[in-house]
C-alpha cells in the first residue's frame, strides 16, 4: 500500500468470490488479475484491471501467465494443483495461501489429521481406502456415518450418509468415483444443535482475527442463511471464535488470507471444527454489510501483506440470505426486487446465467440493531427463497430472536400488576418475554437468568418484587444490564417494604426504582433506554408524551368549561380518575 | 433489474464519482459506459464493463457513440453541454437528470432564480452582467460580496470575495474570464455558522428521499471533512432536510438521480439554500459505509428506474476525510495507511496519479456508535491531514461531539454527592457534561436543557435533587430520554423526602430512582444503560461487577484468617468500613 504503484493480486477463479474482492481491491489501490476458464466472461473476469487469463485453474502454464506482472497469487477456490502452485513457489512467486496450506486443507482426511495432531476439538473421523474400512468405522462410530471424498468435494458434493450396513457400497463406490479418486475417508456422526461458522483471517506477519460466530443454516447441505451473530450462547460463540482461531494458527507460516472455518455446536455444548475452506466463505458475505472491514478487503489485505482490518461489527445483528437460481431469471432476481424495496438490506448480484437450479445468482445481506429487529425483515426474505422460519430437512430450524426485554416477577400474584408493564413494550412494538422468577423459591433459576441474560442478547429487565423485594437487587448483581425494580404494593406497609427493599441497594450495584406498583413506568423506562439510541423508538416516546399532554389538556378545558361541580358530578358517573 | 439482461448506464465524465458508481453498479446487475477524455485510463473507465469512450464531455459525436448500446445517460459532472443533451434526447435518449434540469443548475444564477421563484429560502443574489451592477449590488447587500461565476465553478474555484469598492475591477475581471463568458452574479453575504449539506435522490417515478443532514468543513473553499449527522439542533437538521427536498423536488420530473444540496445555518437558526449539484457529491461519501444504501448506488438505481433505496443511517455518527494530494505518492498514501489501521474506518482510493497537490486522491470514512465516540479516530485523521479541530480559515470549526450522558443537580451544594456519578463514567470512559440547573430557581434553562438533551445526542440523564426533589421528575416530564434520579441526603429527614419527591412519578413518566445519596449507583446505572448496546461497555461492567466480588472475596479471607477481634481493631485502626 505504501508502493506507489499498485500491488497486483492474481486469483485462480473468477467466480463471485473473486468477484467480491475485485470489487473492493480498487479503493484499497490495489489490482486484480484472475484466470478462469470463461476469462473476461467470468463474474470476476470483467472487473480485473490488470487483465485476465482464460485457462483451467489447474492448468500450470496458464498459472504461469496469470504470475505475469502479479506480485502474489490467491485463489477461491481449493480445488486447485498443488504441486502447480508449488512450482510457482519455486519460481518465487509469492503464493498465499501456500501450496502447503491447500495441501492439508484440499484433502479432508489429511485437513482432520492435521487439526487432531494440534489439539483442535474434532469430531471422530477414519480413513477408508476401502470398504472394508467403512465397515469397521461403523463398528467403532455406529450408524448413521458420515462418508466423505478426501478431495473435490463442495456445497454438500462429495458427502453422502451410510444409514445402513446394506449402504455401504454403493455409497463408497459414488464418493470414491465423485472424489476423483482422491479417496474416501468417514466422520462419526455429530449430534449437532446448531452449525457455526467462523471467518478466521491471518497476516503475513502472523496476525490473527477473527470475525464473530455466526448460525449457519443449511437444507441439502448447501448453505442458505446466515444469521450473525450466531443465535447460540455467548459462551459457545467464543468457544467456536477460539477453536477457529486456534485451527487456523495450527496451519503455520503459509497460511496467509482468509479462512471459512465451520463448526459444530453439540447437545453438550462442546464445539467441533468441522471443516476449513482456505478462502473467503459464503459464511463470510454479511461482513459486507455488517462489518467494519468485510472478508473479501481483509483477505486482499492479507495476501498483500498489508495490516489486518477491524473485523467487528458496526450493526447489531445482521443475516445473509443467498439467492439460487429456481432455473428462471426473472423469477430468481423476484428476491433482489424485494430486497431492493426493504429498509437496511443490500443486494449481491453475481451476474451469472443462465439462472439454473439451485445455483448461487446472489445473495441478499439485511442489518438492524438487535436480532429482534431484524426478524420482520428475515421472515420476507425467507418467505420468498422458500424457507420456512422453523423445521428443516438437514440443518436444523433458524434460532428464535432474542427479545429486547425481559419482564419478570417473584409470583404470579405479581401479573396483574406487571402485565401493565407488557403492555407498554407490546404497544411501542418492543420484542419481550415473560416470566416468573423467584429470588427465594426458584434462586437457581434466578442466578441463571440474570447471568445469561446479556449473552441471549436481552438489553434490559424489568423486575418486579414485593415486601422483603430481593428479585430487581439479585439480579442486578448478576447482571451488567440495567434492571428496572418495580415495589410490588403490599398490604402490610403499603409498598414502602418493596421499595426500600429495590431502591437501597448498595454502593456498586444499582436498581432502577420506579414508584409502588407502578409497572407501566417500568415498561416506558424501558423504552426509554432502548429508544436512547434508536431514533425510531424515541419518536414513539415522543409522540406517547405529546399523548399525555393532550389527555390533560382536553380535560382541563372540560373542567373549564364544565366548572368543578359538573365535572364531579361526571365523574362519579363515569367512576373514573382525573390525573393520577 | 427485473428485465434479464442488466440496463446498461452510460456516465458522461470517468472521474471518482464515476469509479464509485461502477463499483457498486455490478452487484446491482446494471453495467457501465463512461465517456472521459483519458478512456480506459480513467478512475472510471477501468471499470467500466460496457466498454469507455475516450473523447471531449461536450462532444456531440462522442456523447452519441456513449449512448449507443445505453439504456441512460447520466453524468459525474454538471459542467457539460446541455445542448448536446438536448440533440440526445431528441433522438429517444433517455438522459438522467434530464437536460433542462442541468441547465438550470449549470447555470448558478438561473439556479438561485429557479429555487427563489419556487419559495425555497435562499440569500440575497443579483445578476451582474458589468461592474456597475457590482457596484450597486454592494449598495443593496453591503461588503463583503460574493462573486461568483455562473458557471463552470467548483471547490472554489469560480468564487471571489469583494471585500472593498476598489476589489470590483480586478474580481469581476478574473471571474468574467474564468466562467468562461458564462457572466458573473453576486451574492449578499451569508453571516453562516455552520455548512450543512443534504443528499437528495429522486426516482424516475417522482419519489424524493433525504439523507440525513451533516456538517460540511471547508478549507480554502475546499471540502475537507464531513461529520454526520449535522452536529447542530435536530430541529436545523430536520430543517435543512426538507429546505433540500423542497428544492430538489422543484426541479420537475426530468430531475432524476442524486443530488448535492449544500446550505448555510445561519445565526438565526435559518436554514438557507446554498448550491445544488445533480450528482454524487464529496458531502454524500459518508453514505459509502454510515448509510444502509449508499448515494452511489442510490443514484444508479433513480436513473435505472429501480426503487429508491434506504437513506437512513446504520451507525450512530460517522466522518468522512478527504486525503489530499500534497504532491507526492507516498506522503500522500500516509493517511491512508494510517486508516489501514484504525478500528471502524475504510479507505476509498480512487486511483488517481500524480498526486498533485490539492487534488482530491481519495476519502476515508470512519464510523462510531455515537458522537463521542467517534472523536478519537477523527482527530487523530484530522492530524494527519493537517487540520486543526478548532480554528480555520473559512468553513469554521468542526462543531464539538455531544456527551453521552448529561449529570445535572439543583445546587452546587449537591455537587460532592453527585461527583461520584461523573468519577464513575470518567473510569468507564464515557463521555459527560456536568451542570446545574434547578427546577425552582432556574425553570427555563432546566426546561431548555430537558428538550434538547436528546436532540443534541445525550442518551441518559443523571440527575440529583434533594427534599422537594422536583429536577428529576420535571425533566423526565420534558425528555424522551431515560432519566436516573439521585435522592440528596437531606438533614431533615435523611433523604427520605428526595426518595418519595423523585421515586413516586406519575404514572407516564418515570424515573429511574437509586438509593438516597448514592450517585456512584446513579453512573453505574448510566454505564449498564449506554453498555446495554455497546459491547466493549458492557465487557467493562463485567469487569467492574468481577471486581466488587474480589474485593469482598479478599475481605472475607482476611476475616476468616484473621477472626473477628482482630479484624474489628484492624478496622478501627484503618478507619475504614467493610462492605456498605
Known amino acids: 500500500m505504501n508502493a506507489t504503484s499498485p500491488p497486483v493480486i492474481g486469483i485462480i477463479g473468477g467466480g463471485q468470490l473473486g468477484r467480491m474482492m475485485a470489487l473492493e481491491a480498487p479503493r484499497l489501490s490495489l489490482k486484480i488479475r484472475c484466470l478462469d476458464a470463461n476469462g473476461a466472461d467470468s463474474p470476476c473476469g470483467r472487473y480485473s484491471e490488470a487483465g485476465c487469463v482464460e485457462g483451467g485453474l489447474k492448468d500450470e502454464a496458464k498459472l504461469l501467465e496469470l504470475a505475469k506482472g502479479c506480485n502474489v497469487i490467491t485463489m477461491e477456490i481449493e480445488h486447485v494443483s498443488v504441486p502447480a502452485l508449488a512450482t510457482l513457489e519455486s519460481q518465487g512467486v509469492t503464493v498465499r495461501p501456500s501450496s502447503n496450506t491447500i495441501r492439508i486443507i484440499q484433502d479432508k482426511y489429511v485437513q482432520k489429521d492435521h487439526f487432531a495432531r494440534n489439539g483442535v476439538a474434532l469430531g471422530r473421523y477414519m480413513d477408508c481406502p476401502g470398504k472394508e474400512e467403512v465397515r469397521k468405522a461403523i463398528g467403532l462410530f455406529g450408524l448413521p456415518l458420515m462418508l466423505k471424498s478426501r478431495k473435490e468435494g463442495y456445497d454438500g458434493r462429495g458427502n453422502a450418509v451410510v444409514r445402513t450396513l446394506s449402504d455401504v457400497d454403493s455409497k463408497f463406490d459414488e464418493l470414491y468415483n465423485a472424489g476423483k479418486s482422491g479417496g474416501v475417508y468417514c466422520e462419526g456422526w455429530v449430534d449437532f444443535v446448531d452449525e457455526l461458522a467462523v471467518m478466521v483471517v491471518k497476516g503475513a506477519n502472523g496476525d490473527v482475527k477473527s470475525y464473530p460466530t455466526v448460525t449457519a443454516i443449511q437444507r441439502d447441505s448447501v448453505c442458505r442463511v446466515v444469521v450473525a451473530p450466531a443465535r447460540c450462547s455467548r459462551e459457545a460463540r467464543l468457544k467456536a471464535e477460539e477453536v477457529a482461531r486456534k485451527a487456523i494458527s495450527s496451519l503455520g507460516d503459509g497460511a496467509v488470507g482468509i479462512f471459512g472455518v465451520e463448526l459444530f455446536l453439540t447437545r453438550e455444548g462442546d464445539v467441533l471444527l468441522n471443516e476449513v475452506a482456505p478462502r473467503p466463505h459464503n459464511t463470510g458475505h454479511y461482513t459486507q454489510d455488517a462489518c467494519a472491514v468485510s472478508q473479501f478487503e481483509n483477505h486482499l489485505r492479507a495476501v498483500a501483506g498489508m495490516e489486518l482490518g477491524d473485523t467487528s461489527m458496526c450493526v447489531g445483528a445482521a443475516a445473509m440470505v443467498n439467492v439460487l437460481g429456481c432455473g428462471e431469471m426473472r423469477e430468481t432476481l423476484k428476491v433482489n426486487d424485494l430486497a431492493l424495496g426493504m429498509e437496511r ?45 422453523e423445521g428443516g430437512k438437514d440443518g436444523g430450524d433458524i434460532p428464535k430472536p432474542e427479545p429486547l426485554v425481559g419482564v419478570i416477577m417473584g409470583s404470579d400474584s405479581d401479573l396483574p400488576a406487571m402485565s401493565k408493564a407488557v403492555d407498554i413494550l407490546k404497544s411501542f412494538g418492543i420484542a419481550y418475554e415473560v416470566d416468573i422468577v423467584s429470588a427465594h423459591r426458584t434462586p437457581e433459576k434466578m442466578m441463571d437468568y440474570a447471568r445469561l441474560a446479556h449473552q441471549r442478547g436481552l438489553q434490559c429487565i424489568i423486575a418486579g418484587a414485593g415486601g422483603a423485594a430481593h428479585l430487581p437487587g439479585m439480579v442486578a448483581s448478576l447482571t451488567p444490564l440495567p434492571v428496572i425494580g418495580v415495589p410490588i404494593k403490599t398490604s402490610t406497609l403499603s409498598g414502602v417494604d418493596s421499595l426500600y427493599s429495590i431502591c437501597q441497594m448498595p454502593r456498586g450495584i444499582p436498581v432502577a426504582t420506579v414508584a409502588i406498583g407502578n409497572a407501566e413506568n417500568a415498561g416506558l423506562l424501558a423504552v426509554r433506554i432502548v429508544g436512547s439510541t434508536r431514533e425510531g423508538v424515541m419518536e414513539k ?34 367512576n373514573a380518575t382525573v390525573g393520577v
Open 345 to 389: 438490506a443490500t443486494v449481491h448480484w453475481y451476474g451469472k446465467s443462465p439462472a439454473k437450479k439451485g445455483r448461487k445468482m446472489g445473495h441478499v445481506n439485511v442489518t438492524a440493531d438487535s436480532e429482534s429487529e431484524l426478524q420482520t425483515n428475515l421472515k420476507i426474505l425467507l418467505d420468498a427463497v422458500g424457507l420456512p422460519e
Open 541 to 574: 416516546m415522543i409522540e406517547y408524551q405529546k399523548g399525555l399532554k393532550e389527555v390533560v389538556e382536553g380535560k382541563s378545558e372540560r373542567l373549564v368549561e364544565m366548572g368543578s361541580t359538573e365535572y364531579l358530578a361526571q365523574m362519579a358517573n363515569k
